[in-house]
């Protein structure tokens, strides 16, 4: 499957906004205000979205939660479903570009267009490529009992079942490691 330079960062973009979303009533909102916005879109490089209010902050919240749904999504059909929405209600406009020295690829995004509706338009597609390319399996939620956060399974083999960012894999090894001992001692 071939991912470009801008799938890959649409990719993180989405990643990373799907796992701002509180996973419970305790978690604060990883995005509490315009200025977390502003921070998460000048972190992520999101061009020619100009000064961000609070609608755009309750926008972008709201195509967070309909993101999250692809990603839990059981099959392809229901995150097809899903995408398809998203990117109809962003409106786009696929354009051709080498911006920045990269190779040729689509921008996505209408000019002018709000941050909620660039998310939705080159994010939308970047997941829906992964539909169109039979892997929608690798849309994953991390496996960890007490995690869930989303993350894009690029192992070869699609075997990957824990997120990185809180090392959950090395988290449950150490935990059967030590569950393990016990038994032995025991
Ligand atoms: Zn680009
Ligand atoms: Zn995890």
């Known amino acids: 499957m071939l991912i470009t330079h801008d799938t890959r960062c649409a ?11 509180p996973e419970d009533n305790a978690t604060p909102d ?18 020619d979205v100009g000064a961000l209010s609070e609608f755009d902050l ?7 939660g309909r ?5 839990a999504a059981p099959d392809a059909r229901t995150a097809a479903g899903v995408i398809n929405d998203l990117v109809a209600a962003a409106g786009t406009t696929p354009r051709l570009t080498d911006h920045d020295g990269y190779d040729w690829h689509v ?3 209408a000019p002018g267009a709000s941050v909620a509706d660039h998310l939705a338009a080159d994010c939308g597609m970047a997941l829906a490529f992964f539909v169109v390319a039979g892997e929608q399996e690798r849309l994953r939620r991390c496996e960890a009992p007490d995690c869930r956060r989303a993350f894009v399974d690029l192992s070869r083999n699609r075997s990957r079942r824990y997120c990185d960012s809180r090392t959950c894999g090395n988290r449950l090894h150490v935990a059967a490691y030590r ?5 032995a001692a025991g």
């Open 11 to 21: 990719l993180d973009t989405v990643v990373d906004l799907v796992n701002t979303a």
């Open 30 to 47: 990883g995005l509490p205000d315009v200025a977390a916005l502003e921070d998460f879109v000048q972190n992520h490089e999101i061009s």
């Open 58 to 64: 309750s926008a972008v919240r709201k195509i967070r």
């Open 67 to 71: 993101f999250a749904s692809v990603f």
């Open 107 to 109: 921008h996505y995004f």
């Open 179 to 183: 569950a393990r001992r016990k038994e």
